[in-house]
T-cell receptor, first 116, second 112 residues
Framework: EAGVAQSPRYKIIEKRQSVAFWCNPI?????LYWYQQILGQGPKLLIQ????????DSQLPKDRFSAERLKGVDSTLKIQPAKLEDSAVYLC??????????????FGPGTRLLVL | AQSVTQLGSHVSVSEGALVLLRCNYS??????LFWYVQYPNQGLQLLLK??????LVKGINGFEAEFKKSETSFHLTKPSAHMSDAAEYFC??????????FGAGTTVTVRA
């Protein structure tokens, strides 16, 4: 079974530029998550989708971050304009569905962003 | 909101020695608890999870964890460390809001 795919793996941009990350979840997984992992910290949830609807985006900085999940499969996370503090690893995860809190989330390899 | 605290940001063990990683949670109601491992330049992989069944949970790669309600702990252990265990380990908790809250992580190095 193929895992969660993410691209690109690495990205270097200058501040105030824009950047987009792509995620393809495990086939059949209804729930998709984007996390931000700053160096030395655990991942922090940015946004959660159930199919193509947003379940939780309370931690998403909406003035600069946006995300969409068209057709309930692939998802794109965008930052515009980027700030230095956005340097982090952006992880995508998926799970079967929002059935209960003990459901396992499966993570992709992440996109490492460096903002100069 | 529930949270987890991982004691010790770095742990160094000799190959063949016991690995012990500490995790304490803050919750008035027993939550669901997870341990994930992250190898360099990779995503997180589930090691094991506690879902209110058995308090001693066995996971992959020889790891296990014990849920202790009286101590609000969910420490991760492995009897004999291997070089391939060098990685970063995260404890996480979830409750009724379905969100995963992660600890800050513990980096494990294994000495030959």
């Amino acid at each position: 079974e193929a895992g969660v795919a993410q691209s690109p793996r690495y990205k270097i941009i200058e501040k105030r530029q824009s950047v987009a990350f792509w995620c393809n979840p495990i086939s059949g997984h209804a729930t998709l998550y984007w996390y931000q992992q700053i160096l030395g910290q655990g991942p922090k949830l940015l946004i959660q989708f159930q199919n193509n609807g947003v379940v939780d985006d309370s931690q998403l900085p909406k003035d600069r971050f946006s995300a969409e999940r068209l057709k309930g499969v692939d998802s794109t996370l965008k930052i515009q304009p980027a700030k230095l503090e956005d340097s982090a690893v952006y992880l995508c995860a998926s799970s079967l569905g929002r059935t209960d809190s003990k459901e396992t989330q499966y993570f992709g390899p992440g996109t490492r962003l460096l903002v100069l | 909101a529930q949270s987890v605290t991982q004691l010790g940001s770095h742990v160094s063990v000799s190959e063949g020695a016991l690995v012990l990683l500490r995790c304490n949670y803050s919750s008035s109601v027993p939550p669901y608890l997870f341990w994930y491992v992250q190898y360099p330049n990779q995503g997180l992989q589930l090691l094991l999870k506690y879902t209110s069944a058995a308090t001693l949970v066995k996971g992959i790669n020889g790891f296990e964890a014990e849920f202790k309600k009286s101590e609000t702990s969910f420490h991760l252990t492995k009897p004999s460390a291997h070089m391939s265990d060098a990685a970063e380990y995260f404890c996480a908790v979830s409750r009724d809001d379905y969100k995963l809250s992660f600890g800050a992580g513990t980096t494990v190095t294994v000495r030959a």
